[in-house]
Structures are given as structure tokens and as C-alpha cells.
């Protein structure tokens, strides 16, 4: 079990809204630790997943399988602190995410925490550049536009600025994505299904633009059905050897 700093929630707050001076796409990144013990999850009769536990460093690059609707979404969503774990404890860079208020948890997702999706999530009508524009942050303005380009330059859409994202393939919307993602920097990646909607080569670029952010030190969780995908992580976590029967509120299997 790794031992994890001691950070009182002020101090965490603070490092989670700053950002340092010298970022850019290419430089060291500050990945998020994640100590997850003896987690579990229940929708109201439904248990998803128990007895889940795992840590997550600096650097990882992590696949999240199971089958269909074993909960791998919803491991992201407590990972990006959207839902709650309905038992069991989560640390994230060592603080327990159940002592988080909502101010905390909002700076959390707006400076540390990046999603990538199948969907890409991108603003439909508007074009490139403003789609990068949402993740600059704390970035020097100078630095700004030198960023998107140097991560437009990098998945492979040079010069496509002012490209429309409705008119954009597939592919190169989810690298606008990428490239997003690589402007904001985020310690922690959640990327839920990233390549389900690509081909081969799309998929092979997004999974390295993540491979990339992982050397560089951000700590990466993929949920993925595609067995390539899983191959190209260091760990696998399976929430199939975690999933509960059924049981109703007296314990009785259903
Ligand atoms: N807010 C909610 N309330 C009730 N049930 C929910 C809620 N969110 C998710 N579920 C249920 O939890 C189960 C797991 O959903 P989840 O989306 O996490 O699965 P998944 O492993 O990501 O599946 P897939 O591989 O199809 O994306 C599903 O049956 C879903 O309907
Ligand atoms: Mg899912």
C-alpha cells in the first residue's frame, strides 16, 4: 500500500488552483495520486461493484474493463467526483474526496481533472481554436496560443484554427479533444470509451496522445472494451472480478 502525503484540505485547495507559469503542452506534468479501499457502489437495491480497492500514481497509464453496465462510467464519475462511492473510502492526491465541499470539488475538476469521451464533447458550432480556448485556464495569454498549436501540431491538425467542429470527421474531432486535453494539462485523465467511435489509426493516435500525458506524469484511466486498448495500459483494473449479486436491503440475493 503506498503511503500517502498528509495535505490538510486549504492547502490542497490552493495547489488545485494554481497553475505554474512555465506549463506548457510538452513539460512535466503533475499527475494525481488515487488510493481507492474497499470501495462500493449501490444504486438503490443494485450493487455495481464492492470490495474494490487499487492505487494510482504519478505516471500510470490504467484500463478499466468488465462487461456492459458492470459500472466502469460510474467509477469515473466518482473518480471526477461527480458521484459518490456509497461506501468504502477515496483518496485523491491524499485528501478523502468525502471531506471535499463543493467549492473544493469544483476547483478539483476545473485544474486537475480531464475527461475525454466517445462522443468528444466538444462545442459543435464553434470552431477549433474557441474549442481549445475552454481548457487554457491559468496559462499565460502569451502562452495560449502557442500551446493549441503545438497541440493541434501534435494530433495531426495543423492550421486548422478556425475549422468548424461539425464539419470535422469524427477522428479529427475526438484529436480536437486530445488537444484540448493536452492545453488543460489535468493530473488526473478519465477517458470513457476514447477510440469506441474510431478506426484503427484515430484510435491508435488517441490512445498514444494518452500514452504521451502519462510519460509526461499525468496518471490516465481509460474504460475500454477493446482488448488493444487495454494491451497498450500498465495495469488493468476488472470491475467484473468486483461485481455483486444483487441483494435486497436484508442481504437475500436477488
Ligand atoms: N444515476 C443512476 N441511477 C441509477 N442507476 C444508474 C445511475 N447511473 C448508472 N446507473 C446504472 O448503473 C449501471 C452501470 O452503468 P455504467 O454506465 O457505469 O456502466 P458501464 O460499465 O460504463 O457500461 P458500458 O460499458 O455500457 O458503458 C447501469 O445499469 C446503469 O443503468
Ligand atoms: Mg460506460
Redesign the pocket.
Known amino acids: 500500500m503506498t503511503t500517502m502525503p498528509s495535505v490538510s484540505g486549504a492547502a490542497q485547495t490552493e495547489e488545485h488552483s494554481s497553475r505554474h507559469a512555465s506549463d506548457d503542452i510538452s513539460g512535466p506534468l503533475p499527475g494525481c495520486t488515487v488510493q481507492a479501499t474497499d470501495l462500493c457502489k449501490t444504486?438503490g437495491k443494485r450493487t455495481?461493484w464492492r470490495g474494490l480497492g487499487f492505487d494510482l500514481h504519478a505516471g500510470d497509464m490504467v484500463a478499466l474493463v468488465?462487461p456492459?453496465?458492470?459500472?466502469?462510467?460510474?467509477l469515473l464519475n466518482c473518480l471526477g467526483l461527480l458521484e459518490r462511492p456509497s461506501s468504502g473510502t477515496l483518496l485523491i492526491d491524499g485528501l478523502d474526496v468525502a471531506s471535499m465541499n463543493g467549492r473544493a470539488k469544483r476547483l478539483f475538476r476545473k485544474n486537475r481533472l480531464g475527461y475525454l469521451f466517445q462522443d468528444y464533447a466538444l462545442i459543435d458550432n464553434a470552431n477549433v481554436m474557441d474549442n481549445l480556448s475552454v481548457a487554457w485556464g491559468g496559462l499565460p495569454r502569451k502562452r495560449r496560443v502557442a500551446a493549441a498549436h503545438e497541440a493541434l501540431e501534435y494530433v495531426g491538425l495543423p492550421g486548422r484554427d478556425t475549422d468548424v467542429v461539425y464539419r470535422m470527421s469524427g477522428g479529427e474531432q475526438q484529436r480536437v479533444a486530445l488537444a484540448r486535453l493536452m492545453v488543460k494539462r489535468p493530473g488526473l485523465v478519465l477517458a470513457d470509451?476514447p477510440t469506441g467511435a474510431l478506426d484503427k489509426a484515430n484510435a491508435h493516435m488517441v490512445v498514444d496522445g494518452l500514452r504521451h500525458m502519462a510519460s509526461q506524469g499525468a496518471t490516465v484511466v481509460i474504460?475500454t472494451?477493446s482488448d488493444a486498448v487495454a494491451q497498450a495500459c500498465d495495469h488493468t483494473i476488472d470491475l467484473s472480478a468486483n461485481q455483486a449479486q444483487a441483494r435486497d436491503e436484508s442481504g437475500e440475493e436477488l
Open positions: 444504486f455495481l468488465g456492459s453496465g458492470c459500472g466502469k462510467s460510474t470509451e474504460a472494451h
